[in-house]
């Protein structure tokens, strides 16, 4: 069994302020109302993109939520979740989560900084590349199931269709 360290890290700088400049200097929206937690809206190809950085001290990890606003009706929430699961399966960083209370599909992931690591601008970065990646790659399933009516594996086959060439 391992057992955690107790002991608290001075940290040269706070791990949200290294986001905060991040978003300072790609212009984008942001909100920061409390030490330990940052909220920006970047825009994507198909919808405004919700992304919070939270600094959670006691695990020592800088935490990315992604969300978008997905207004799923009560009868396509199952297969909504049926393809949160399928897309899952795929991912190799992060994953996805559907809260149904708030209609949102959010990409989920952490950057683990024990021992008093420090986070970098190109790490943040990543993060948050990755995410918005993600939630690009896959917003048009979603779309498939609630809109088209498509099941979770049609939607994802659909959506990950890649043409090559020209024509």
Known sequence: MLIASEKQFERA???VDIVEQL??????????????????VVGGAWTEYHVA??????????????????KAP???????VAL?????EQMWVGHFDFWPKEGVVMHRHGLLLSGGAQ?????????????????E?????FQFVLWA???ARDALETANFETRGEA
Request: glycine share 2%.
């Open 74 to 80: 009560e009868r396509r929430r199952a297969e909504v």
């Open 137 to 141: 790659r896959h917003y048009q399933a």
């Open 13 to 15: 700088e706070h791990p």
């Open 84 to 88: 949160v699961g399928a897309i899952n």
């Open 23 to 40: 978003a300072a200097s790609n212009d984008w929206s942001f909100d920061r109302e409390d030490e330990d937690e940052i909220s920006i």
């Open 149 to 151: 009516g498509k099941s």
């Open 53 to 70: 950085f939270t600094w959670l001290p006691d695990i020592e990890t800088l935490h990315i939520s992604c969300a978008f606003d997905l």
């Open 119 to 135: 986070p970098s601008a190109p790490q943040c970065t990543a993060l948050l590349d990755h995410a918005l990646k993600a939630c």
